[in-house]
């Protein structure tokens, strides 16, 4: 068979149910089920046992069992070329199976990815997101193929996220690569967090990865979910019994301290599958950039604030490592989005998002019937590859180079400290400083010229750029934004050549402002300075200062931008 879909459980049999229903009701039937028990729970037996289909195997351990030993064990019983897992108050969309099938037959043995969408269950611990089904996807099927070492690199430097991680949780796995990691690591699944090990398996061990812009799976959350228990609930009792029925014996890395909160919880995920599946790569955890959104999120579970703000403390004191605690936010709870059901386009994107009350949804069930009547019809599928990475800056014949920023761009491994994740447009820088390193290939040197575009937040902005090569300072600058929009041209800059490959860093500094929460913009609690959109160098030989006709572009985009005399 083609696909085998992997339900782990413990004593759900209400939330089981329609999971299950949500995988048999699937409009491509080549897929086995495995219903993989942790314990010995009658009603989930008998849960199991109604739907008489033979597709469904069900197995359990008999004695329970940690989280990731469960998912290990499961991984011993499936049989299909490509490997799913999903929470059993999780679910498939009905044409899931049918649309991966397509696309794995024109692209076979890639691991494929998804966003998935999101439900709340009704009786979701927080009422104000409770029965509330949520999905973005493209208008039309599209796969993008992904470089999987270039995102695992910018995952360990918190610039990708969890969502980003080709997980076996958002992700069709060919059981090749299962039984790959298995043969060299001894293990698929490691630390307590197997969705995320899993996806970072999976970039380590592939080049390249698929992710299609259509959910085909909803990730839901309910009065059952461990993950949400510990992590937001923010409840000592749920957090006790999540820890002891799910995980049990939690390791935690020696770099680090227990903690909750989820950027910490997830830096640990990352340190422990490194150990266990890549330790001699030269990939680091970015320290600075977790502590960095670690206190920017701190208030999300008030009750959890100060013990979030004490295990910073403690991981710096322990690493040597200073913890900057401007980027703390006051404890008080953050604004939630306002919801209201709509179903919206903006370019090629669709967002929608579902009053399950109003609608009367009842379960995870109803929610994937609700959200596939609202996606496009998916016909047809358009392939096409990401831009490679830039990972070192050559020059060729003064032709510019230009560095693009957002989430489909090239430059995102020449972010330094001080930027916050790619957004589709680009990227905020956090703070009042932020660095972008620029690898220059051997060989290079002449009148380099640097243009930034972008904008700032809250104008006006003071805003400063110092560029420097090594130790010394090549060109310094100082301006204020009175607009939102910006585009700053630096006088050419004389680069002697080299054979050596140099570090041309760029040092952003920009004056400190309200949040977009502060100001009332949006609920966004982010201390955003510059957004970085784009950034142009050229090199010229003997033609100092000359731009061209990019140069002429620049000039006529500049605007509100004064040389500051402060």
């Known amino acids: 068979m083609m696909f085998s879909i992997v339900i782990p459980t413990r004593a ?46 069900f197995f359990k351990t ?28 999780d679910g498939l969309l009905p044409d899931a199976c049918a649309i991966a099938r397509e696309i794995l037959n024109a692209k076979p043995g890639f691991v494929l990815s998804w966003l998935p969408a999101s439900y709340f269950w009704p009786r979701y611990f927080d009422p104000e997101m409770a029965n509330w089904v949520s999905a973005t996807s493209g208008t039309e099927l599209a796969c993008t193929l992904k470089d999987s070492h270039s995102i695992l690199r910018l995952a360990y430097r918190f610039v990708a996220g969890y969502s980003d991680l080709p997980m076996i949780y958002n ?11 298995r043969s060299l690591r001894g293990r698929y699944f490691v630390g307590s967090g197997p969705d995320v090990t899993s996806g970072l398996a999976n970039l380590y061990f592939t080049d390249h990865y698929l992710h299609s812009n259509r959910p085909l799976s909803i990730n839901a959350a309910s009065h059952h979910s461990t993950g ?28 680090l301290v227990p903690s909750y909160h989820w950027t910490l919880a997830f830096a640990n995920e990352m340190l422990l599958a490194k150990q266990e599946f890549f330790p001699s790569d030269e990939l680091q955890l970015d320290y600075v950039r977790m502590f960095e959104e670690a206190a920017r999120t701190a208030s999300e579970v008030p009750s959890q604030y100060d013990l979030a703000v004490a295990a910073c403390r403690a991981i710096a004191q322990k690493n040597g490592i200073k913890f900057d605690e401007s980027h703390l936010l006051p404890r008080e709870p953050l604004p939630k989005t306002s919801r209201r059901d709509r179903r919206e386009v903006q370019s090629d994107n669709l967002f929608i998002e579902l009053d399950g009350t109003a609608r009367g949804l009842g379960n995870v069930f109803d929610a ?20 490679e990475q830039v990972r070192e800056i050559g020059f060729f014949r003064d032709q510019p180079v230009t560095l693009d920023f957002s989430r489909g761009g090239n430059g995102a491994l020449l972010l330094g400290p001080g930027w916050s994740v790619i957004e589709p447009w680009g990227v905020w ?15 290079s040197g002449g009148s380099l010229t640097l243009h930034l575009i972008g904008s700032v937040f809250s104008p006006p902005r003071k805003v400063s750029l110092c560029v420097k090569l090594g130790t010394r300072i090549l060109a310094e600058r100082q301006l204020i934004a009175n607009e939102s ?56 030989r003997g033609q100092p200062g000359r731009f061209g006709a990019a140069s002429r572009i620049f000039r006529r985009i500049v605007s509100g931008v004064r040389e500051s005399t402060d």
């Open 485 to 540: 929009r910006l585009a700053i041209e630096l006088p050419a800059i004389e680069i002697e050549t080299s054979n050596l490959v140099r570090k041309l860093e760029i040092i952003i500094g920009i004056s400190e402002a309200k949040t977009p929460m502060e100001a009332g913009v949006c609920p966004d609690p982010r201390r955003v300075g510059f957004g970085l959109e784009r950034v142009v160098l050229q090199m010229g």
């Open 171 to 181: 992700a069709f796995v060919p059981r090749t690569l299962v039984e790959r990691v």
């Open 62 to 89: 008999g004695e329970p069992m940690r989280m990731t030993e469960n998912w290990e064990r499961a991984l011993a019983h499936v049989r299909g070329d490509y490997v799913l897992f999903i929470g059993d108050d």
């Open 12 to 57: 759900r049999p209400d939330t089981l149910r329609h999971a299950l229903r949500t995988v048999l009701a699937q409009t491509d039937g080549d897929f086995e089920v495995i219903v993989h028990e942790s314990g010995d729970d009658p009603a989930t037996a008998a849960t199991v046992a109604e739907f008489d289909d033979p597709r469904v195997r």
């Open 429 to 443: 820088s956090i703070g009042t400083r932020a660095e972008l390193a620029f690898p220059i290939a051997g060989g």
């Open 228 to 255: 949400h228990a510990m992590i937001r609930s923010g409840n000592a009792e749920m957090q006790a019994r999540a820890l002891a029925t799910a995980f049990g014996d939690y390791p935690v890395h020696p770099t």
């Open 368 to 387: 994937t019937r609700a959200l596939a009547e609202q996606l496009p019809p998916a016909v047809g599928s358009k392939f096409g590859a990401e831009v």
